[in-house]
């Protein structure tokens, strides 16, 4: 009995501070997404925030920690929000529209934090503490693209002519290109994305 008891004492305090890490995280999240990550330190963070540099030390190593913590959980919603697209979709018409409308959304409302991602993809190049849970996220991202496209190929009678990794790196450079004009002042950015993206989804199929 003693051992269940405190086994539900330990599952409570690590549930606390996660919980605890999650709301830093969010706090953290807007000085992080504007500054990038060679310009941000925690003291930085801390400044900009309604918590101290000391609490930020206690619930995360360092930068590395807070930030890849930080992108790990937008991108997790993010996979979630487009599953919920291909749930939602009945026809391949359906799952087009709306995954080209999402993309051109999560561009315009949170791009700076896709911004970070890119970042923080970028400085895995020369910082190895990185590159492992980069590596993870982006496989996370490939097989959410390959959900997609997957899905839109059941629904169109075809098959996908290209590798999930191929997929991946087509739809996840549109997005690129398209957040760098966004960064630009462009104001078709968003338009010109959803365009592409209605007319790279049928092209990438062949017949089944």
């Known amino acids: ?31 992080l997404s504007e500054l990038g990550y060679a310009r941000t330190s925690l003291r930085e ?9 000391g609490v930020l030390h206690y619930y995360f190593t360092d930068k590395v920690d807070l930030i890849t ?3 790990r959980r937008y991108k997790a919603a993010c996979v979630t929000r487009y599953d919920q697209i291909v749930s939602a979709a009945r ?20 791009g700076t934090m896709h911004r970070l991602w890119y970042d923080l993809r970028g400085q895995s190049l020369f910082e190895p503490a990185f590159r492992e849970d980069v590596a993870e996220i982006d496989g996370s991202l490939e097989k959410m693209i390959w959900r997609i496209v997957s899905r839109y ?20 450079g549109l997005f690129q290109h398209a957040l760098l004009k966004f960064f630009s002042a462009d104001a ?4 010109e994305l959803q365009i592409a993206v209605r ?10």
Do not use: W
Request: aromatic residues 6%; contains cysteine.
């Open 1 to 31: 009995m003693r051992v269940l008891e405190a086994e539900k004492l330990e599952s409570r305090r690590v549930d606390k501070f996660e919980e605890r890490r999650a709301e830093l995280a969010d706090a953290a999240l807007q000085t």
């Open 45 to 53: 963070i801390a400044q900009n925030s309604q918590f101290s540099h």
């Open 69 to 71: 913590y930080c992108v």
């Open 91 to 110: 026809t391949a018409e359906d799952l087009r529209h709306g995954f080209a409308e999402g993309l051109a959304l999560t561009l315009r409302e949170d």
């Open 153 to 172: 190929a059941e629904l169109s009678g075809s098959q996908c002519g290209l590798s999930p990794a191929a997929a991946y790196a087509v739809f996840d």
């Open 188 to 191: 078709s950015a968003g338009e």
């Open 199 to 208: 007319a790279l989804l049928p092209d990438i199929m062949r017949p089944a």
